[in-house]
Structures are given as C-alpha cells and as structure tokens.
C-alpha cells in the first residue's frame, strides 16, 4: 500500500503563485510516475501534470508554461510550482500515483483547495 498526502492549497488572487506538495510513504517501489489532478465543480477531473521518477514530466495545455512540477526522489516527494494562477484554476488538486503493476488502482491523496480569486 502507498499512502499519498498533499499540502500547500489555498487562496490567491489572480496572478499570483502557490506550491503544492505531495509526499508518498509505505511501499514506495510500488510506484513510479506520480502526478496532480484537478477537478473543478460540476466538471470531470483532469490531468495537471506528471513526472516519472526519471523526470520527464508531462502538462496539461491548460497550465503549460505557467505550472512547473518537479520530483525529489530522496523525499518521495512531488511539487506542483503554479504561478500566473487564473480563476479556472479553482478547483480540488489531488495527488496521483498509479501503481508499475497494471491494473490495480491508482493511489489517491484526499485533495487540497486552490481558490483563485480576488
């Protein structure tokens, strides 16, 4: 089992930054990319962004060049750095972090608010 936690929501006005932080623990060879969702009310959630433990990292178009996330290994933990924040970045952001197995489920933190508003 992998239990994923994130940190660092919360609100900001238009414009300005705020960094999330997700750290895994328990059977940590159990996993490889990790990664944040985000879901907005009455929408589906969606991929933000994704980093392997190699470090290729991947965005959605949405938030290309305005959200950078990066991993440290030692720590087992990921960063999501979203700067220029729009009010259609309000929403839930949750950390991911699908098994190397395929098949069994995605690991799940329990989502952190991101309010963007003025």
């Known amino acids: 089992q992998v239990q994923v936690e994130e940190s660092g929501g919360g609100l900001v006005q238009p414009g300005g930054s705020l960094r999330l932080s997700c750290t895994a623990s328990?059977?940590?060879?159990?996993?490889?990319?990790m990664g944040w969702y985000r879901q907005a009310p009455g929408k589906q959630r969606e991929l933000v962004a994704d980093?392997?433990?190699?470090?290729?990292?991947n965005y959605a178009d949405s938030v290309k060049g305005r959200f950078t996330i990066t991993r440290d290994n030692a720590k087992n933990t990921v960063y999501l750095q979203m700067n220029r924040l729009k009010p259609e970045d309000t929403a839930v952001y949750y950390c991911?972090?699908?098994?190397?197995?395929?098949?069994?489920?995605?690991?799940w933190g329990q989502g952190t608010q991101v309010t963007v508003s003025s």
């Open positions: 991911n972090a699908p098994p190397v197995v395929a098949g069994l489920p995605d690991y």
């Open positions: 328990g059977s940590i060879d159990s996993i490889n990319a």
């Open positions: 980093i392997t433990s190699a470090g290729s990292t």
